[in-house]
């Protein structure tokens, strides 16, 4: 298996350029260290180290691939990239600068696709951990039904959805869109609203049942201790339940930035294709062609539409790192 | 695209963002004004209103609709010929085992490894750099996961193998196999690639989920001098059981949902279909929306026991407070 | 600790922004043409707009996309009406949905007859204007407008064609071997079978992955043996269910392709066993001819694109060139020849004078000689002069389309409803070529008919 050797480099690299930024990040000498340093086993740290690999040969498999030439794809394994030698840019090149006048500039979708999951995620979001924070804190006995109820909702397909929503839009919305379009003539009579509230409607169950789980472990005394204080819901919801469930609304945040960043149906389906509102992947479908079997594109174009969602989550980590209480026991 | 269309784009966000903050900002506003009487309830009405609003328009409308195609022709009559279809045809059997062998599999398998890893790694050297790597695979699109997968599973009845399976076969002396032709390893082969996608979802939420058990209690059964399986079994796992449902349920509705892997591997060929894919090939490849309507309800049906399990899970939850 | 949060929250969003300003700074604006450089005279019958717009959808996507954009610019140009051409590979499982949901497009391009037939049947479509009725009347074979037309009503004239049943074959090959280009079936199984004693391996090469459309090249081989051993009038009803898909003279069509593609003897030339004809890209499956290890390969005339895989000019498709082909041969010899084929038809979605004038100037001569000339496509249209074609091949396949002598017959299964030709026509390929017998496949795809 000398194949894996180039896989395990950059992690034992990683782990060297990470040890800093952990040890500012950790609080030094508390006991909680101090215990898990003792949980760690070597044999858990093999198993994680087996794990990682076996996660990554995939991905690093279609990276080499993104930069040999296709003839080279088509006929010899990634893994032989040093008895094939072949490099190229070419791939890259063509994703990101073909100047195909069916879909010309790459810019402005890339704008597209970030305004379209910015607010796609944060709709969502906020309505998602108001609704969650209803069903959790305030009690009657209707509103675990109706929970139940959205919470079966997930299983709807999508697809089933986007006749009768596109027809509601195009009835309602539409004329809205004209409207604010003759207000603002820069802002395109095709925009991002029905985008959004699609991306937002089709997310919320999910983000619900996610965000209650945590929400409703919150400790009651923390709740019922404000309540006795005066404080009324919106403060309490604003206060206390979205900082502690801050954890919680990144990780969310980020599958949700995930999620709509990859998607390309709702896209296909409401954004009427023009560059005005079309998402990158939209663009990067295109590209690949009719029957796909452009591999060499399509490996360049993967790593193309994955660079943001990693740099959201590289900034979003810290999230993760605070427990859950951090704010709550420390009072 | 020119500096205008830029500012237009700029300015449909800052508007959206203006408007969604002020929405929220008036139902907090009401919120914290609703009358005495029956105060809860307006509370929660308007806490809940926005996201039942999308929900109801968004989905509930057009499963209502979508159960009533589901009944009807192409005609428009109502019949029950879609029903009749589906568990006539020879394939509609297979197609429902493999959609029980994916919730089977997929959600169990991710969820065991992603809580192990998370374990591991938790609050080791270069956590943030472990978790990236099992994060990978939900940041990649569907088709770029396809193309991944097309370089392991790929088969050359001649020459060199560029798929990675039948070249470490071959280099074990073996003779390469069409992996995704062979039924029935190939719904197998179909469900790793799932796990590979959901295991970093189950270790990021899990991961989120271990940090908040109380160092204390894991300390106190430090000192009773239990070892760290005991530990695991007794402190963390109680600490993080609703995350754990939560997880393996949304990863058993995602699963049962999946349709891009079938399609895009091998679009339901040589037994490896599943409902889900059934659902998007009628609906939309073959225009039979009463078909695709009714394999819809079909997975309704398929998802009622994990309905029914989180009810009660809810149920003891709610008890325990 | 507020604010803080908030610039946590802000930084990948600027980031993310500053990438997509980065990005924006590399493209331009796209320079409209002059009108001045354009020579007007030949558009005036479309008029002259102010300011509309059309948009146009369809499956045709990157180097073809742009020619076709290229061929209506003069008209862009002169007339005022600004084509908007968005390409996607979705766009069959799309645009009902579209249609349906009030946001299609104002003109899609659609490559199936049975898709209009669905979307008219849905009364989403204009139907054609007085003037594109004319130009199909004056331009093409009757039969085109039969498969443009629902319930008396005309929606579209066609746009581009294509010929299917060509076998692909080396030339040099042919000549050193003195093999002669068969004249009927029969010659065509005697050849093989003297190819593959001389060269000691099997004479075909046959790829029909085509990812969700798996099995397609498959459905080609059998409406080709349906015309030619039955004639039109039994392909007519098998395509219109006037009789049942498992009629014995489709089984007969089934069992004479099967001599080829079930047959260890004759595939996989240079790809494998049998079992390789599914896991093989349609693509690529004709390449093994390129390096001698194939000889005879079945595919519709696009494939001439697909000759040189990385770019390039390298292997020629002409008679003395790398690889040539011939049309599959009928059952006798002599007589008109029998062909199938493919093509689009541009469907309107939006009633509007900018859009008739779009697609009555699709239909036209002039249109026609606009885009083959720029390569790579042929079209049906008798007003087109064969030679502006862009090669030996697509001058001939012109040819065909035009002689009066052709039976020509639209691909069977883009005919069919979808639920047949778009899924267990395609997925009976898949299951008879792995071994299932005759009878089940053809018991499948009948049970799987429609009944309204």
Known sequence: MSSVAPADLPIDKELADGEAAELAEREPGTKAARVKKRLTSRTATIASLVIAVVWTIPTFGLLVSSFRPAELIRTTGWWTIFQNPGFTLE????????????????GSYLVNSIAITLLGTLITLVFAAMAAYAFAWIRFKWVNWLFIFVFALQIIPLQMSLVPLLQIFSTWLRPMQAWLHDIVPIIPEQNYLPLWLAHAMFGLPLAIFLLHNFISDIPADVIEAAKVDGATHGQIFFRIVLPLATPALASFAIFQFIWVWNDLLVALIFSGGTQDVAPITQRLAELVGTRGQEWQLLTAAAFVSIVIPLIVFFSLQRYFVRGLLAGATKG | MTTPDLLGKILQVVMGLVVLAAVVGLLIFFIDKAPKKGRDYWQLALFLLPAMLFV??????????????????????????????????????????????????????STVIGLAYAVFIDKSRGEKYYKVILFMPIAISFVGAGVIWGFVYDYNGVGDQIGLLNAIVVAFGGEPVQWLQTDPINTILLIVIMIWIQTGFAMVLLSAAIKGVPTEQIEAAELDGTNAWQRFMNVTVPGIRGSLVVVFT???????????????????????????????????????????????????????????????????????? | MRIRRHRRWMAPVVAAAAVGLALTGCTGDIAGEDAADTDCADYEEYGTFDDAEVTVAGTILDLEADRLSESWADFETCTGISVDYQGSSEFEAQIAVLAEGGNAPDVGIVPQPGLLNRLAAGGWLIPASQPVVDNIDEWWDPIWKEYATVDGEVYAAPLMASIKGYIWYSP???????????????????????????SGRQPWCVGLESGDATGWPGTDWIEDYVLRLHGPEVYDQWVTHGIPFNDPQIAEAFDGVGAYLKNEEMVNAGIGNVSTLVTEAFQTGGLPILDGECSLHHQASFYETFWNPDGGDANTVASDGTVFAFLLPPEEAGGGLQVTGGGEFPVAFRDAEEVEAFRHYLSSDLWANNRVSLGGVISANKGLDPEVASSELLVQSIEILQNPETTFRFDGSDLMPGAVGADSFWKGIVAWVGGEDTAQVLDTIEASWPAS
Not at chain 2, 69 to 74: G, P, R, T
Not at chain 2, 86 to 104: G, S
Not at chain 2, 291 to 306: E, K, M, N, Q
Not at chain 3, 175 to 194: F, K, R
Request: net charge negative.
């Open chain 1, 91 to 106: 791939n890259y090149a063509t994703v990101l600068f073909s100047t195909s006048s069916s879909s010309p500039q790459l």
């Open chain 2, 56 to 109: 109801a328009i968004g989905l509930v409308y057009p499963a209502i609709r979508t159960s009533f195609l589901a009944f009807q022709n192409n005609a428009g009559e109502w019949s029950l010929d879609n029903f009749i279809w589906m568990f006539t045809q020879p394939a509609a059997i297979r197609t429902l085992i493999n959609t029980v062998l994916w919730v089977a599999l997929a959600p169990v398998i």
């Open chain 3, 172 to 198: 040099a090959e042919f000549e050193e071997n003195g093999y002669e280009i068969p004249a009927t079936l029969d010659e065509l199984t005697a050849l093989s079978e003297q190819i593959a004693s001389d």
């Open chain 2, 250 to 321: 949304t990863i058993s509705i995602a699963t049962l949902k999946v349709f891009d892997i079938v399609r895009t591997m091998t679009a339901g060929n040589f037994n490896t279909s599943v409902v889900a894919n059934e659902m998007y090939t009628q609906a939309f490849r073959a225009s039979e929306i009463g078909r695709g309507s009714a394999l819809a309800l079909i997975l309704f049906v398929f998802v009622l026991p994990i309905v029914i399990y989180n009810v009660n899970v809810l149920r003891k939850q709610r008890e325990i407070r």
